[in-house]
């Protein structure tokens, strides 16, 4: 049996041995983005110190080198996939970019109204909106795959809706929110079977296993650097050479023409023909020694340990009292999401970070996976090889102590009356005196018991604040007083009790003034000085911001 050397292995990669929130850093957050080894930081340092030239145009010696490098990471991407060119390989930002640059340039100018393009329920929403739009534009339809209840793509009904009206088959090759990985071969043979052109969104395939788009014979196909150890804002689009010579371009500019006039423009070759503009030259080189990073690696022995941390990890989960994994069935990549009910994942996820546990919480920008699923989200750990079952251990030990903390501190939050709302000075002063961000955080946290009851009847959909990981609602009512000043009362509840603490600051702060007040008051230097800015992390500052918002524009319009 094949294994890793996970210690040799670890050294390779210098942010493993960071740490975060005063703890060993522990990186359970690799579907959104994996860490890079020293090979692909040098490469682009190197690059940097050493080839710095633009590449294609200038006939100087560094130009030469960057022009060579560039093309050689072209060639170590070909390689990785089997391509058949190199030429079929165009240097995009990333799977979202490549994902546009199909729709817009192939879907825009190969739909019409009677046409359909189908993409599945599990897609990121880089696989669903650039589809959206190029229909809006088209008039063409787009059709959605269900999944079943074991969340795997419903086959069957993907046989029903497959038609000759169908002219675009859009599916990820493994889904970011619950790990499935899908039958993409037979289904891209089906497709062919009505004359369909095939897109598979492969951001979470490439980091786990080897990809052959000779063999799975899909049209285009589309990952991100950053998600197999590469840098950020590079990607891939690969096409098939006969579909992409026969594609308009997408975007205009330099490079990507062959003689320009005012009588008229003509286009370059593949596949400068799509990379208008100066390309990620330093992007491209590090993705290259990414490629070469990963090919250094055993591939068996990679995916072998990655299924056993992704075993241990379910097992440790199993354990735990009101944990609700989302259903998966094997095959996966190595990943678990799941929900504990009583919680928050967004709570839970936050709690995991201050012992330095990074995972991922919300929607996964899956939400119409996460409305099938009829959930708000979710929290996910997603595995590398390089994590360590010590480190499994480690994460599901935390988070059992987190939630043993919090049945001894109480995880209820029984509302109680409005005028007990804490005076705001009073309140930023007792949490100013809080020792450290992790006491005044769990002083938030206890915060929400505070928080005056919601009214039942206002907890619907338009009271719902867009922009929050978790559900928040929001409502207010105004009384006259005898001088005919305005005042406003605002109740907000959420299902985070983080928010639920935020929002009693938020409370105390606003309820009870005069629109005109609000509006020339200024709450972001409350969250400066109670830290909140700084520490609270960038989803739940997006959270508090868009409630923030929501509160102005009442008071803007009472
Ligand atoms: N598709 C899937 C399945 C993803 O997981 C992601 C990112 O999480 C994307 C597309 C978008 O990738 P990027 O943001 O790198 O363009």
Redesign the pocket.
């Known amino acids: 049996m094949s294994t890793l050397n996970l210690n040799q292995l670890r050294q390779a990669f210098p942010i493993l041995q960071e740490t975060a929130n005063g703890h060993p850093l522990v990186y359970f957050d690799n ?2 983005t994996t860490q890079k080894p020293t090979l692909v930081i040098d490469a682009i340092n190197q690059y940097y110190q050493q080839h710095n030239a633009n590449v294609h145009r200038a006939s100087h010696f560094l130009s030469t080198q960057a022009t060579e490098q560039f093309e050689l990471a072209r060639s170590q991407v070909q390689h990785f996939i089997n391509a058949r060119h190199s030429h079929e390989i165009i240097w995009t930002k ?3 970019e490549s994902i546009n640059l199909i729709a817009q340039s192939y879907g825009r100018s190969n739909l019409s109204p009677d046409d359909e393009i189908l993409v599945s329920v599990m897609e ?1 929403h ?2 669903i909106v650039p589809w959206q739009i190029v229909a809006e534009q088209t008039g063409a339809t787009l059709k959605v795959i269900p999944v079943t209840q074991d969340n795997q793509l419903d086959l069957s009904a993907f046989e029903t809706l497959l038609t000759h009206k169908t002219k675009v088959l859009a599916i ?1 090759h493994a889904s ?1 929110s619950i790990g499935t990985i899908n039958p993409v071969k037979e289904m891209i043979k089906r497709a062919k079977s009505v004359g369909a052109t095939t897109l598979i ?1 492969g ?2 395939a490439v980091a786990h296993f080897a990809i052959d788009v000779q063999d799975i014979d899909c049209d285009f196909y589309c990952f ?1 650097g ?2 197999m150890f590469g840098p950020t804002g590079i ?1 891939v689009l690969y096409g098939k050479s006969e579909y992409l010579n026969n594609m308009p371009p997408w975007q205009a500019g330099g490079e990507m023409i062959e003689r320009v006039s005012f009588d008229g423009t003509t286009f370059n070759r593949l596949p400068f023909k799509f990379e208008a503009g100066t390309p990620n030259i330093s992007g491209a080189i590090g993705l290259g020694a990414a490629i070469r990073f990963i090919q250094s690696l055993d591939s068996d022995a990679r995916v072998q340990h990655e299924d056993n941390l992704r075993a241990i990890a379910i097992k440790r989960a199993c354990a735990i009292p009101n944990l609700e994994l989302v259903r998966q069935v094997q095959p996966t990549v190595s990943l678990l999401s799941f929900n504990i009910s009583g919680y928050h994942a967004s709570d839970i996820g936050m709690l995991l970070d201050k012992q330095g546990i990074a995972v991922r919480t919300g929607h996964h ?1 899956t939400m119409p996976l996460m409305q099938h699923l009829g959930l708000d989200g979710t929290l996910r750990m997603s595995f590398s090889f390089y994590n360590t079952e010590a480190e499994v251990h480690h994460g599901f030990d935390c988070l059992e102590k987190i939630l043993a903390a919090e049945k001894t501190t109480g995880n209820d939050s029984t509302p109680v009356p409005v005028s007990t709302l804490p005076d705001i000075n009073a309140l930023t002063e007792s949490l100013l005196a809080a020792r450290g961000w992790e006491s005044r955080y769990r002083m938030i946290m206890q915060l929400g018991k505070q928080l005056p009851a919601y009214p039942e009847h206002l907890r619907s959909e338009q009271h719902i604040v867009p922009g929050c990981d978790s559900t928040v609602w929001l409502s207010h009512t105004q009384s006259n007083s005898a001088s005919e000043t305005i005042t406003l009362e605002f109740s907000i509840d959420s299902n985070a009790r983080i928010i639920k603490g935020l929002s009693v600051i938020l409370l105390s702060y606003y309820n009870g003034r005069q629109p005109e007040d609000i509006l020339s008051s200024n709450v972001e230097t409350l969250f400066d000085t109670l830290g909140l800015s700084k520490h609270l992390s960038p989803s739940r500052n997006n959270g508090l911001h868009a409630i923030n918002q929501r509160i102005l524009a009442i008071a803007q319009n009472p």
């Open positions: 579907a959104a990333g799977t979202t990121h880089a696989n990820c970011n969104d951001a979470q991100s950053h998600k990607g920008c």
